[in-house]
């Protein structure tokens, strides 16, 4: 009789819920966790679903906000990061926020309580040949368990730190100042000659730029957590105080360049943002990784020409953080590709926070009950919160600067008929998150 046991490894968010998502299907769990007997830096407990900073779930809002709508489709899948949630809410007004310790003590009671979940203390330090497993084991990855995944995968494929360059809406760059152009018109094909969106800086508008960069608020790493910068991802502030034309001979550099709005302007520095999904929806600022705190950063990226409207789909900033290149790595259904037996489910996946960490172990825990019992679960539709950040670690993100990810609407198909940019974007929103209820209601009655 084949063996029908789910091994998960990590009780942290995604490895909690997988857990419980799995069970509930009759599936038997070992659980797999290392702590307390092997700690990390951040962890304080030898409870399961620990947040190690801060005690929000961010915005409860599911009809304008990504993450409210992620809230809402875990709690209509039964979700026991939800539950454990909403049991232990804190006043916070839109935000869910929680306290830490009652929520922690709740879902290891729900855990340890659960007649198909048994619990085994320790480090899995390689990737079993034999059996189902899931690995949940988040940015803090043990060093031994990460060498094993990077000889599988390719030291390539495994990064040790994020390096997040802030990431704009498309529709929110002012395209009166901004054009489309790659360096040089380099590629073959239209598209890839417009590849990049450029924004043209004076030399005043440079010099307020530096000076802005140096005077802006910054974070420290975390103590334990500091490794240094590694090679060609220093902080675009960092680089800044090298030089006050450091940035102009790197990642600002104006040549190659016309621009399309006044080709008799030579800028002075350009500042590049690149296609950062096949949707063509956001883009990332070339080489603007860095350690600004995040009010910081939305006012000095704003003094970039073009980007004084941008929304930010996600903010910048450098961690430790062990994390796939999922998408050239995991199927579908979130399997390594190389060993099938092998899923992946969290934030070593490339998605970045509990909420989203939590959502990709009920759909990796879902997944693979699934698949032991010998049906077929196709991954939501990429209308939905979920489906839109499955879809992006698997295949919809570009592999080659693949970087963890936030939920956000960016990273859903475009609705047709509605109006795009700032305005419209209360009915956009309420479009995207009644469209993803239909769908995922209709995804979720598909499995019974
Ligand atoms: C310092 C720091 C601060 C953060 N702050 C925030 C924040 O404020 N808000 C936010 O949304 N996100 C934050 N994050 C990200 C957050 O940690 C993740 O989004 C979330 O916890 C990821 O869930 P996960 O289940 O993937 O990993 P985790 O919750 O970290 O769970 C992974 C589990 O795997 C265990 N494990 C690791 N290796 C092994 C092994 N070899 N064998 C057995 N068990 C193992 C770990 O002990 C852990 O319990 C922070 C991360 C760090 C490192």
């Keep these: 009789m084949t063996d029908k046991t789910l091994h998960i490894v990590g009780g942290g968010m995604a490895g909690s819920e997988a857990a419980w998502q ?9 659980l797999h966790e290392m702590r307390p007997k092997v700690e990390t830096f951040a962890h304080q407990t030898g409870n399961f679903g620990e947040m190690v900073c801060s005690n929000s779930f961010r915005s409860d809002d599911d009809e304008q906000n990504a993450v409210g709508l992620l809230h809402w489709e875990m709690r209509a899948a039964g979700g026991l990061v939800m539950a454990s949630a909403d049991a232990n809410k804190l006043p916070a007004g839109g935000a869910l926020a929680v306290d830490r310790e009652a929520f922690a003590e709740h879902i290891t009671a729900k855990i340890n309580a659960h007649p198909l979940i048994s619990v085994e203390f320790g480090e899995v330090s390689e990737l079993p040949t034999d059996g189902t497993w899931l690995f949940a084991t988040g940015p803090l990855t043990s060093p031994a368990l990460g060498a094993a995944i990077a000889a599988e995968t390719g030291t390539d494929r495994l990064a040790f730190f994020d390096a997040i360059a802030p990431i704009v809406y498309a529709d929110s760059v002012n395209m009166d100042i901004a054009w489309l152009q790659s360096r040089y018109d380099k590629g073959e094909t239209e ?59 790197g990642p600002m550099k104006p040549v190659g360049l016309t621009n399309a709005n006044g080709p008799e302007n030579k800028p002075y520095a350009v500042v590049q943002l690149r296609r950062d999904n096949k ?11 860095t350690k600004m705190k995040y009010g910081a950063q939305t006012e000095v ?29 995991l199927d579908d259904q979130m399997r390594l590709k190389s060993r099938p037996n092998i899923r992946f489910a969290g934030q070593v996946t490339g998605v970045e926070g509990y909420v989203e960490s939590a959502a990709m172990g009920l759909l990796a825990g879902r997944m693979a009950a699934a698949e032991l019992l010998g049906r077929d679960l196709p991954p939501p539709p990429f209308t939905t919160a979920m489906g839109a950040l499955i879809n992006h670690i698997t295949g919809g993100a570009e ?16 609705l047709d008929g509605m109006r795009g940019g700032r305005k419209g974007r209360k009915e ?15 995804w979720l009655d598909g499995q019974i």
Excluded at 22 to 29: E, F, S
Excluded at 303 to 326: C, K, Q, V, Y
Aim: charge should be negative.
């Design 428 to 442: 956009r929103y309420k479009g995207y998150t009644d469209r993803a209820k239909d769908d995922y209601n209709q």
């Design 279 to 289: 949707l063509g929806t956001l883009y990332n600022i070339v080489g603007f990784q």
């Design 301 to 329: 990226f704003k003094m970039i020409p073009g980007l004084e409207d941008a929304s930010f789909a996600r903010l910048g900033g450098i961690h430790r953080n062990t994390f796939l290149n999922s998408p050239t790595l």
């Design 191 to 249: 598209e890839e000659q417009k590849a990049y969106l450029n924004c043209p800086m004076t030399k005043d508008q440079y010099e307020a730029f530096i000076d802005a960069l140096a005077a802006a608020d910054k974070t420290e790493f975390h103590e334990g957590e500091t490794a240094g910068y590694f090679d060609g991802c220093l902080p675009i502030e960092v680089m800044a105080e090298r030089g006050r034309e450091t940035l102009r001979f």
């Design 399 to 414: 592999a080659k600067t693949f970087q963890p990810m936030n939920v956000n609407f960016g990273l859903f198909p475009p």
């Design 22 to 30: 799995a069970a509930n299907l009759g599936i038997n769990v070992v």
